[in-house]
């Protein structure tokens, strides 16, 4: 037997089978013997259904382990190694028996075995527990092997390899290392992978070490110094011969505990992967790869260089490199970047820089994340929707190994059909291992600029609320030069009466500062927003906060306040870019919007409004001067060219139109921000009727007066018990409990209708969690809350609002004349109250 781990282990026969296309039998490929001169000879197929070491142990995914009695039990008496006087003794169960123990372990990951590996014990008892864990790790190594591999691509596509077919890994062995001491017991195997004559290894691990090359000592230490225990692990690494060659070693070992559960020894096998020895050509780019890599400072670099490195070489159509944080995908480059040559599914996610992706939506991608193989699929390969888009042609999933871990994935896709050579997978491996340290190294210097990044994306909408009347979109992406966070922002704010806040901003510079400032000034505009202020005084409290702030930091600002009825807008620029409108008849034009001082710069600036009116089918795009202004691009020619892009675009797709804006911005020393609003009119227009609230003894009953032929002009009958009574406890409430003025308002719009009260007290209503039946009050909430749809309340300038919504039933439209369509407003927005 030329396998020494097999020797090692007290394996005296080894057969492999491997699964036939059918998926109905196994059948033996490999055969290896005892060099004892007993001939053995293994039956040549196994069903798959039946019942026999081999198939049990393909069927159950699991190693299965049989000592001689276990053996008995199966039937298989012949599985012996008693010298007889024929020349070859058969392993089917028709020669004589004798003491035997033996070892079936599954070849291949979970869903993706492709046969076993049956072995052949001459000691009755059972393999010990250490062979048993060094035949597993074997039979692993075996599996990931490119003859392994091959086979594997043979019964996706063929029949299962004859006999003769090499499987097993032709050099290596095993070993065991003692964490106290650093003795490492191996097998002479080992020490030739190693280059190290016998007689000058003294048993110590550090020997080893001074053979790994330096770039892969690290790697090599995480098993040396393990912390977990229990647990395999895999890596590839280099060592440097006493020639200079330099020769790939695959590892593959278990941490096994003591009884305290702290790690206590290395259980191993290791072997010569020659097939990561790439050609002349692949050397080439290699040594491009890594010398790119070389200089690389964070992940953004490092996806990149592999863009580069990989796709115009392969002649690929698309190379995609994502990290892996727990089952999450998080894609740091997808070239082209267009989302239109990406698969659906991915478009669909695609709502910052690069589309989010689910490892449990790639069943294969997470497959090949766990087993850590490179996976090759040809043309027209069965494989879901999200990964069979990027490569129909042909698909490379290569994991991304660093310290025993997966740490991402690069997918390489062609579109015509891509037959891969011999070479290829040692190719990818190569790269796979290369790009995954490089990623690990670049974590440390990537963590500040990663930091920066999240707390910015914490600081903007995680998602834009839905409109009555139109459709928003957002964009954002972070700068690509310098590791500091900048200070771009947007926001959608919903207001009262069916008006709309858009508002994007930038803080001047990049740093944490500037996103600290960024975050104030969101929150500081959409909580003055919400009280009701109009535009102009929104801006002249935010730069009030800003220059009280101890910060030597400005901010421009636009925002737009967009009456989502009448489709009249009124705009405020405080030292920001104006926005711009994509009309109906696909021309787009840039408003004349008066503008004021940068936020934070005078106490007592002024922001003067301008009124702009959109018909249905227009585009209002607010965007932020990364995306128009360069070093390379004029601020005219930047704002000429995404009004060319506007009028080009369908308006029906906002989600695309804010792609291509940002589709041309790959190289970026600002940060980029875009908000997109299609305006389309509201289909049913709400029927507003308001009434002032006097402070009389009788003043609920005048309320309820009104609300009662408001009801009637509006055929609202079947509910009109209920609304009254909504009415009297709120404006009992607000009469009783506040001092000013009160005011009522009733909105209906389809079959929905909202009373609202308005007094001047800040303070919100508290709902009393229980009420005594001998209490005067406390009941109105309860009441209001049992009679109403939803109720809530909302703060205003100087007071707040009380509302609550009521379904109603369908009802017969009112005679045309009673109710009155609101005229288009010219007045600026005011206090909502």
């Known amino acids: 037997m030329d396998r020494q781990i097999l020797t090692s282990c007290g394996v005296g026969l080894a057969a492999v089978y491997v699964l036939a296309k059918s998926d109905r039998e196994l059948r033996l490929t490999e055969v290896l013997e005892d060099a004892g001169g007993r001939h053995q000879t293994a039956t040549a197929a196994y069903a798959l259904t039946g019942r026999s070491p081999v198939a049990d142990a393909c069927r159950n995914g699991r190693p299965l382990w049989l000592t001689t009695e276990d053996v008995v039990g199966y039937g298989l008496q012949g599985y012996a190694f008693a010298p007889v006087p024929t020349p070859v003794e058969s392993l089917d169960g028709t020669a004589p028996g004798g003491i035997v123990s033996v070892g079936a372990l599954p070849l291949g990951g979970e869903a993706s075995w492709m046969g076993c590996l049956l072995v052949v014990s001459r000691a009755g008892g059972g393999f010990s527990t250490d062979q048993r864990t060094l035949l597993a790790l074997y039979a692993d190594q ?39 001491t650093g003795h490492i017991d191996l097998d002479t195997a080992v020490l030739d992978l190693f280059d190290i004559p016998p007689e000058d290894f003294d048993g110590d691990v550090s020997a080893l070490l001074e053979r790994t090359a330096p770039d892969d000592v690290p790697a090599l230490m995480s098993v040396v110094d393990p912390q977990q225990t229990d647990s395999d692990r895999h890596l590839a690494f280099r060592i440097r011969r006493r020639d200079g060659e330099l020769r790939w070693i695959g590892l593959r070992c278990r941490v096994m505990a003591d009884p305290d559960g702290k790690p206590r020894r290395v259980l191993g096998v290791a072997g010569d992967i020659a097939y990561l020895r790439p050609t002349a050509d692949d050397v080439s780019l290699i040594q491009r790869l890594s ?21 115009a070489p392969l002649n690929a159509d698309r190379v995609a490199v994502a990290e892996l944080e727990g089952d999450h995908l998080v894609v740091t480059v997808l070239d082209p970047p267009e989302p239109d040559a990406w698969p659906q599914s991915w478009r669909s996610e695609w709502r910052s820089e690069w589309p989010d992706a689910s490892c449990h939506t790639l069943p294969t991608l997470q497959k090949a994340l766990r087993e850590g193989h490179v996976s090759l699929w040809p043309a027209r390969a069965e494989l879901e929707p999200g990964l069979e888009g990027v490569g129909p042609g042909g698909l490379a999933v290569l994991p991304l190994p660093a310290d025993g871990r997966m740490i991402g994935v690069c997918l390489v896709g062609w579109d015509s059909e891509h037959r891969f050579a011999a070479g290829h997978r040692s190719l990818f491996t190569a790269t796979a291992g290369i790009v995954g340290q490089a990623l690990a190294r670049t974590h440390a210097l990537d963590a500040g600029h990663e930091l920066a990044t999240m707390l910015q994306r914490s600081l903007l909408p995680r998602k834009l609320p839905e409109l009555p009347g139109g459709v928003a979109v957002a964009r954002y992406l972070p700068a690509t030069a310098g590791l500091e966070v900048g200070g771009d922002w947007y926001d959608v704010i919903p207001l009262s009466d069916s008006r709309v806040a858009l508002v994007i901003g930038d803080v001047q510079g990049h740093s944490a500062a500037a996103a600290t400032i960024m975050g104030q000034m969101r929150t500081a505009i ?21 220059v009280s702030m101890d910060t030597d930091l400005f901010a421009t600002c636009t925002y737009v306040d967009l009456d989502m009825e009448q489709g009249t807008a009124w705009a405020v620029r405080a030292g920001h870019l104006p926005p711009l409108l994509r009309l109906p008849d696909a021309t787009s034009e840039e408003p004349e919007i008066e503008g004021g001082p940068p936020l934070g710069v005078i106490t007592d600036g002024e922001f003067p409004m301008t009124q702009v009116s959109l018909v249905p089918g227009t585009l209002i795009t607010l965007l932020t001067d990364g995306l128009v202004e360069s070093a390379s691009l004029d601020l005219e020619d930047g704002m000429r060219a995404v009004r060319e892009l506007l009028a080009a675009a369908d308006p029906a797709d906002p989600e695309r139109v804010a792609d291509l804006l940002v589709a041309s911005t790959r190289q970026r020393h600002d940060d980029v921000a ?14 507003r009727a308001r009434w002032a609230v006097w402070r009389l003894p009788d003043a609920v009953m005048h ?11 509006w055929a609202v009958t079947e509910e009109d018990d209920a609304v009254l009574l909504v009415v009297s406890e709120l404006v009992t409430n607000a009469i009783a409990h506040t001092s000013g003025e009160v005011g009522l308002q009733l909105t209906l719009t389809g079959n929905r209708l909202r009373i609202a009260v308005n007094d001047a007290s800040p303070r919100a209503p508290v709902k009393t969690a229980s009420v005594d039946w001998e209490a005067t009050g406390g009941r109105g909430l309860l009441l209001v809350t049992a009679m109403s749809t939803a109720w809530g309340s909302v703060p205003l300038s100087g007071g707040k609002q009380v509302w609550c919504d ?20 010219t007045t600026p927005p005011m206090d909502s109250r």
Do not use: K, W
Not at 703 to 713: E, I, K, N, V
């Open 142 to 180: 075996a599996a990931s092997g490119p003859e392994a591999a091959a086979a594997r691509d043979t019964v996706r596509t063929e029949t299962a390899p004859q006999f003769g077919h090499v499987l097993l890994p032709t050099r290596g062995g095993c070993f065991t290392l003692t964490l106290s």
């Open 674 to 687: 875009v908000l997109i609003l299609r305006y389309d009119g509201m289909r049913v227009l709400p029927t």
């Open 291 to 311: 010398a790119a890599l070389s200089g690389a400072t964070t992940t953004r670099d490092v996806s990149r260089m592999v863009v580069e490195s990989l796709r």
């Open 703 to 713: 309320a309820r007066r009104f609300t009662a032929r408001t009801l009637r002009d």
């Open 526 to 546: 959409r909580a003055y927003a919400i009280e009701g202020h109009p535009p102009d005084v929104v801006m002249a409290h935010a730069n009030q906060l800003l």
């Open 806 to 825: 009521i379904t109603l039933s369908p009802r017969d439209e009112p005679t045309p004349g009673t109710t009155s369509t609101p005229e288009p407003s």
